[in-house]
């Protein structure tokens, strides 16, 4: 079972800056998918950022140009950087892997870490 810790949440001023990490353990996640994901109050789940095991990434609209995911796969890590925050970014950050679904790996469950809370406010 793979274990996720974030690290990096707080309160910042709008047009402010944070940096979250994931770290994992339990095993390595080269071949992992990593993503963050946020749930504000009174919101649904969203995907903020996505980086798959070649590297390829994506972003959630509301967050694109601002937000972003990096992977240090020797660390076991994987990074949001977040630039020029808006109050709407205000949620519990989650961090995510997705082990690759071959034939052997179909049944190994996706891991989540406790989330960390952002806050964007004056």
């Known amino acids: 079972q793979v274990q996720l810790v974030e690290s990096g949440g707080g309160l910042v001023q709008p047009g402010g800056s944070l940096r979250l990490s994931c770290t994992a353990s339990g095993k390595m996640l080269i071949m992992y998918a990593m993503a963050w994901h946020r749930q504000a109050p009174g919101k649904q789940r969203e995907l903020v950022a996505a980086i798959l095991a070649d590297g390829t990434t994506n972003y959630g609209d509301a967050v694109k140009g601002r937000f972003t995911i990096s992977r240090d796969n020797a660390k076991n890590t994987v990074f949001l950087q977040m630039d020029s925050l808006e109050p709407e970014d205000t949620a519990i950050y989650y961090c995510?892997?997705?082990?690759?679904?071959?034939?052997?790996?179909?049944?190994?469950?996706?891991?989540w870490g406790q989330g960390t809370q952002v806050t964007v406010s004056s």
């Open positions: 995510n892997a997705e082990p690759p679904r071959g034939i052997a790996t179909l049944n190994l469950p996706a891991a």
